[in-house]
């Protein structure tokens, strides 16, 4: 009951910024549910090949029985009940880390620490998703009297936050994520458990974030 309590005092529109006047309501931004082409993102999409040799990630769903017990409750809050973790108090908000995030439900890479920025929310904010992937999708959300859009994967079923159309360049997006909803990979260990293939994303240096 005490944890219900201490979640339920969260509101779950508070990964939206605050504004010093009242804004009207607006549409929700036109994001497509596949991660943005190279055209789009200004840059190449990585050359990603996976290796006969390497190890494989098992990317099986558990069933909603097997995924509570594993998970936190806090998790299962995120995942499965769209909940709202609390900001600046997550995981993830201030890993500066190069790594993969993938989903805590199916283990599908998601996002990449070089599209990972400061935007002063509490929650880990993402520019794109990773390069090709089509594990993002997104729903209309009409909960608490505003039009947002929500963000799911498509083989965990994962709920993971909402994108807002206030990012910086080159998307104009910000993927506000709940670190709840995602495990970090850290670079060294992709090999180990299987994201080998991803390496090669993080070799060069990585740009400066302004």
């Known amino acids: ?18 504004a010093s006047t009242p804004k009207p309501e607006v549409a929700a931004p036109a994001v497509s549910a596949a991660a943005p082409s190279a055209k789009e993102t200004g840059s190449p999409a990585p050359d990603v090949k996976p290796d006969p ?5 098992d990317f099986t769903v558990p069933s909603d029985e097997e995924l509570k017990k594993k998970l936190t409750p806090l998790q299962w809050k995120v995942v499965r009940e769209e909940g709202t973790e609390r900001p600046f108090q997550n995981e ?10 993938v989903c805590i439900v199916s283990g599908k ?3 990449s620490s070089r599209d990972k920025f400061d935007s002063g929310t509490g929650w880990p904010s993402f520019t794109k998703p990773l390069d090709g992937t089509d594990e993002i999708v997104t729903k209309e959300d009409r909960r ?37 909803a995602m495990r970090f990979i850290p670079r060294e260990k992709l090999a180990d458990e299987g994201y080998g293939a991803y390496v090669a994303l993080f070799e060069a240096a990585a740009p400066e974030k302004k």
């Open 144 to 180: 608490l009297f505003s039009v947002r859009t929500e963000v799911r994967t498509k083989t965990g079923d994962t709920h993971l936050g909402h994108v807002f159309d206030d990012g910086p360049a080159p998307t104009g997006l910000r993927y506000c994520m709940n670190s709840a």
């Open 53 to 57: 040799s390497m190890k494989k990630p």
């Open 92 to 101: 993830y908000w201030d890993n500066h880390r190069d790594g993969l995030y």
């Open 1 to 18: 009951m005490i944890w219900s309590l201490a979640l339920a005092a969260v509101p779950m529109a508070a990964c939206e910024r605050a």
């Open 109 to 111: 890479p998601l996002f």
